[in-house]
Structure formats: C-alpha cells, structure tokens
C-alpha cells in the first residue's frame, strides 16, 4: 500500500476518534502537535489503525513510534 493511503487513512482515523479535523498530519507530527491526542485517544487510535489495516503491534513497536512517519512505515513492513 502506498504511503499516502495509508495517510489518508490514518487522518480519517484520527479525525474520527479525536471528534475533529483541526490538524495536518504529515511524517514528522507528533501528539504534541494535535490538539486532543492523549494517553487515552492514543490507545484508541491505534486500536482502529490495528483494525483497519487488519494488523497488530507488539508493544516494543508501539513504544519505538515517535511520530506518524514511523507508524506509517511500521504498518507498511506489516503489508509487505
């Protein structure tokens, strides 16, 4: 799958799960940059991530994700 449908995927996630569409996701965002992404939001963003890309992450992956760049290349080696 290509980068940027992962990324629009991703955005629909977090537009859905955040309730809002005020931000721009690119490689280098982090939670610090999107308003309503918290511990609690977290968990539940990569729960629909995991179930829309029909994938798991171990929590050594999910703790070495710094930003939507590494999620995005962590879920296209899991498609490879």
Do not use: C, P, Y
Request: proline residues 0%; negative net charge.
């Amino acid at each position: 799958m290509e980068k940027n449908q992962i990324m629009e995927k991703i955005e629909a996630i977090f537009s859905n799960t955040l309730s809002h569409g005020d931000f721009n996701l690119n490689e280098t965002t982090t939670a610090n940059d999107v308003e309503g992404w918290e511990s609690i939001t977290h968990m539940m963003i990569m729960n629909e991530v995991e179930k829309e890309f029909n994938l798991k992450f171990s929590l050594m992956e999910l703790l070495e994700m710094k930003n939507i760049g590494d999620l995005v290349i962590s879920i296209q080696r899991k498609l490879a």
